[in-house]
């Protein structure tokens, strides 16, 4: 230790003692710190200075590879996202518009359920007037088969209206 | 030893990642953080192990290191891998004395057990309790101002100073039996 670092030691002692023990203390540190100047410790051997480059370069060499993994993982994940924006894009453009012919068509077939239910609607209520002309006795001749001919209809109509 | 331009040059070489660079800090502290370690342990295997573990923890972290004194933040990463190592040994142990007891002796027995010259100092050493052994090697190894020790050690600089001059009187007292 220099003479100035024994008096800037000194002064440090200064703040937290008196002059006399603060010059005791620095003194006392100076041939503390002697005696470890005078007994030098072992030095690392140069195999393992040489071990412990090598240990270092490996552990370069492998936080290189992993932080090049993170980047390609990341650039996977990008391009993935991209294509799928692309395809998401193309799929869309490409969505083929309702031709109007289907609008036409539709509206055939609902008018011709219409027809049908009008026909049926038109049958039934033939059957009624029938019914209602028998009980009045306007309809002459043979009650029985007339009362049979019209359930038959009915029965018939009925199996037509419930096969649509 | 490094001026602080080279430093600054080194420490980005190896912020950058640079092999060379890792090298070089290595060439630079590797005798005074083993002198550090051996102090502390008086075991060669248990040094060799610390040392190399440091060199380890410095690429991992170097990333990490901001400004101020370089030799301080190394070596306070040494001074965390001292007490993590004396954690592992202590928690073989069963009580905090027999654990120090044990400790000192295997520090001393390792000496005799190689053929190594067992130097008076380590012996001695192995006399002073850890925290005060651990404070003086910090002093003398890393050649930091008491200010920075005290910042590393997360202590007042009047304990800091106060410990350390205990300490190193009591280690005179020693070596003058």
């Keep these: 230790m220099n003479e100035r670092n024994e008096k800037k030691l000194k002064e440090l002692f200064e703040k937290f003692v008196g ?5 005791q203390a620095a003194e006392d540190i100076q041939k503390g710190e002697q005696i470890l100047r005078e007994h030098s410790s072992p030095e690392p051997d140069g195999g393992l200075i040489a071990n412990i480059k090598a240990e270092i370069a490996a552990k370069l060499l492998h936080k290189k590879e992993k932080s090049f993994r993170w980047m390609a993982y990341k650039m996977a994940v990008a391009a993935a996202f991209i294509l799928i924006a692309v395809i998401s894009v193309k799929l869309f453009e490409t969505v083929p518009e309702r031709p109007a012919g289907d609008l036409t068509a539709q509206k055939a077939i609902w008018e011709s359920q219409s027809l049908a239910d009008e026909t049926l609607t038109a049958e039934m209520e033939q059957i009624e007037s029938d019914m209602l002309a028998m009980e ?3 309809n002459s001749g043979n009650g029985y088969e007339t009362v049979t001919d019209l359930e038959m209809k009915l029965i018939e109509t009925n199996g037509d209206f419930w096969k649509g | 030893m490094a001026k602080n331009n080279d430093l600054a040059r080194i420490i980005g070489g190896c912020k950058s990642g640079d092999a060379e660079s890792f ?10 953080l083993y002198g550090y370690f051996y102090r502390l342990t008086g075991d060669r295997e248990a040094s060799d192990d610390l040392l190399s573990e440091l060199f380890v923890k410095l690429v991992e972290k170097i990333s990490s290191f901001k400004d101020g004194s370089f030799e301080s933040w190394l070596f306070k990463i040494a001074s965390n891998i001292f ?24 520090v001393t027995e390792a000496k005799l057990s190689s053929n190594e010259r067992i130097d008076k100092l380590q012996t001695q050493l192995g006399r002073i309790d850890t925290d005060t052994r651990e404070l003086i ?3 003398f190894y890393s050649q930091a101002s008491f200010k920075e020790i005290a910042a590393m050690r997360s202590e007042p600089i009047g304990t800091t100073l106060s410990k350390l001059h205990r300490g190193l009187k009591k280690l005179r007292e020693l070596m003058e039996c």
């Design chain 2, 23 to 32: 090298s070089e800090v290595v060439d630079i502290y590797a005798s005074r």
């Design chain 1, 136 to 138: 009045s006795g306007e």
């Design chain 1, 19 to 23: 002059g006399e023990q603060a010059e």
């Design chain 2, 83 to 106: 007490y993590d190592y004396l954690r592992g040994k202590q928690r073989q142990k069963k009580s905090f004395e027999v654990r120090k007891r044990q400790f000192e002796s295997e």
């Design chain 2, 137 to 139: 090697m910090l002093r």
